[in-house]
């Protein structure tokens, strides 16, 4: 069954660390995003693609990158992890612009 | 004001009972609505998309969009504990340029 993966599940960092969070999606979507949820804040949109080196910013994509090098992966990268960064994060693929997206089970972050 | 208001809860409610769960917004641009359910430490998943106003009914549930309120609900008839979750609602602009926008979710319990 086609499913998208995320890992890992939770890490813990030091503050300035560059880390990445790993996206592996077998749907064969063309739309991959990665979002942040945290307490009262909901979820937000840290980066998203539409396709093989397509990149874009979303809402609050300070401090982190990424890179779509095949249809399957977009890795998440933290380029000096801080404290403010604790969250857990969310990748999601779609098959078009329109539709719902599915969602993985999300990587819990601690920066310390 | 945020692009999206939803009452965080938590709403507590018998077994059974009819829920209603409710969004605004304040986009006009806003025309596919969709409702997310995530349970605890788990990735949301799609329960319902409607596009433009209407109702649309899947089972035990019916999704209302009323864009001249600028208002969406979702309704839950003879809730079960297993509805016991945050209920999201997420919506996208026609072309869907810069992703989902979600409302910070609902806690919902339902009480044997």
């Known amino acids: 069954d086609a499913e998208i993966t995320q890992s890992p599940r939770h890490k813990i960092t030091e503050t300035g660390r560059q880390v990445t969070l790993a996206c592996h999606q077998t749907w064969n979507h063309n739309n991959m995003f990665w979002y942040r949820q945290d307490l009262g804040h909901g979820l937000r949109l840290i980066h998203y693609?539409?396709?093989?080196?397509?990149?874009n910013k979303g809402e609050v994509s300070d401090g982190y990158s990424v890179s779509r090098s095949n249809t399957e992966d977009l890795p998440l990268t933290l380029e000096s992890a801080a404290s403010s960064q604790t969250s857990v994060y969310f990748c999601?693929?779609?098959?078009?612009?329109?539709?719902?997206?599915?969602f993985g089970s999300g990587t819990r972050l601690t920066v310390v | 004001q945020k692009e999206v208001e939803q009452d965080p809860g938590p709403l507590s409610v018998p077994e059974g009972a009819i829920v209603s769960l409710n969004c605004t917004y304040s986009?006009?641009?806003?025309?596919?609505f969709m409702w997310y359910r995530q349970y605890s430490r788990k990735g949301p998943e799609l329960l319902m998309y409607?596009?433009?106003?209407g109702n649309k009914e899947d089972g035990r549930f019916t999704a209302q969009v009323d864009k001249s309120s600028k208002y969406i609900s979702l309704f839950i008839r003879d809730s079960q504990p297993s509805d016991s979750a945050t209920y999201l609602c997420a919506m996208r602009t026609g072309g869907g340029a810069d992703g989902l926008t979600f409302g910070k979710g609902t806690h919902l319990i339902i009480q044997p």
């Open positions: 693609s539409y396709g093989v080196q397509d990149t």
């Open positions: 409607t596009y433009s106003s």
């Open positions: 986009n006009s641009a806003f025309q596919y």
């Open positions: 999601a693929s779609s098959a078009d612009r329109v539709r719902g997206y599915t």
